[in-house]
């Protein structure tokens, strides 16, 4: 397919992910439906993108004229069938096979046989995911991994599967270099290749924190200042999500066997706990909206 061909971006999922994936199609001028599980959630999406832009706007780094264009552009959803009209499709639901799988079955139904359809997922297998999808559909098909916040970081991995055609990867090259990013060709492996490095760091990282090596604070400070890393791995692990984290540990765990790839206990309580990070206000630091606060007692 063309990139010409792409008019309209259907984005499945409206949370920290799917919300930056939209921002950044509307503002590289696609029209883009956002499909949500229910109004609250669709409504906490669609505020968290309009206050990016408002944002922007108080700044002085983008126009009202052109935040009014983006906003025109943006249209939610809470119907499976108002994707019908995409050229493209990007899932962003949560990190679970099952429910991945259930929203592929779902998008099989109504969206036109040459539709792009890619999973923004972390860690699960590409394959195995578009395998629920009718055989005429596969070559459609391919990962398309944006790291977070979408909007501000310039990478995303296109994760071809044996079943991906050439022509589709080439039209995700495409849009990929639209909205502003460099693109870079990842294998289906779990974590292709940034997660493959990075979540065991994470880990060791809330491991070191669990025996008590040092505090939340001090073991941040140390990789940021003693490596230069733009945030500590305990803040980055919040940033992520720490449901997202144990989720994505556990796919690589059950892929890989390996230790390094276990989710510590300290995470699963927190995430039991309710504290997941930035998007739940308290994690391993205390959040309020996008501020980070002082860190967090365990
Ligand atoms: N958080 C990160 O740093 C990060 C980075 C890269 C990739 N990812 C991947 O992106 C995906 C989404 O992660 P996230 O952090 O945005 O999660 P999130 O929990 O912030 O958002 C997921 C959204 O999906 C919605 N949802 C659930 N079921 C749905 C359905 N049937 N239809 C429509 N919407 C539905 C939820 O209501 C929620 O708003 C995951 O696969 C994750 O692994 C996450």
Redesign the pocket.
């Known amino acids: 397919m063309d990139i010409s061909a792409i008019n309209t971006v259907g984005i499945?999922?409206?949370?920290?992910?799917?919300a930056g994936i939209a921002q950044i199609a509307a503002e590289a001028g696609f029209g883009v439906v956002v499909?949500?599980?229910d109004q609250p959630?669709l409504d906490r999406?669609l505020v968290r993108i309009q206050a990016q832009w408002d944002k922007a706007v108080l700044k002085g780094k983008r126009s009202q004229q052109d935040a009014d264009i983006f906003s025109a552009k943006l249209q939610g959803t809470l119907q499976w069938s108002a994707l019908g009209d995409c050229e493209l499709v990007i899932e962003?639901?949560?990190?679970i096979l099952s429910?991945k799988l259930?929203?592929f079955a779902e998008l099989d139904r109504v969206l036109a046989p040459s539709t792009l359809l890619c999973s923004?997922?972390?860690?699960i297998s590409i394959t195995e995911l578009m395998a629920v999808l009718g055989p005429d559909r596969q070559p459609f098909t391919a990962g398309l991994?944006?790291?977070?916040p979408v909007p501000a970081m310039p990478l995303v991995e296109i994760i071809r599967t044996v079943l991906s055609s050439s022509g589709t990867i080439e039209a995700l090259q495409d849009f990929v270099k639209r909205v502003g990013k460099t693109p870079v060709l990842a294998p289906d492996a779990p974590g292709f290749i940034v997660n493959r490095l990075l979540v065991p760091f994470l880990l060791d990282a809330i491991r070191c924190r669990e025996q008590h090596l040092a505090s939340t604070a001090d073991i941040d400070s140390g990789l940021k200042l003693g490596c230069g890393h733009p945030m500590g791995p305990l803040h980055l692990s919040d940033?992520?999500?720490l449901d997202?984290t144990v989720?994505?540990a556990d796919v690589m765990f059950e892929a890989f066997g390996e230790a390094r790839f276990k989710a510590p206990s300290l995470l699963k309580q927190l995430v039991a706990a309710g504290r997941l990070g930035r998007?739940s206000g308290s994690g391993f630091y205390r959040w309020e909206g996008e501020q980070r606060m002082e860190p967090a007692s365990l």
């Open positions: 499945v999922g409206c949370g920290l992910m799917g499909k949500e599980l959630a999406g962003a639901v949560p990190e429910l259930k929203t923004n997922t972390s860690s991994h944006f790291f977070n940033f992520i999500g997202t989720n994505v998007k």
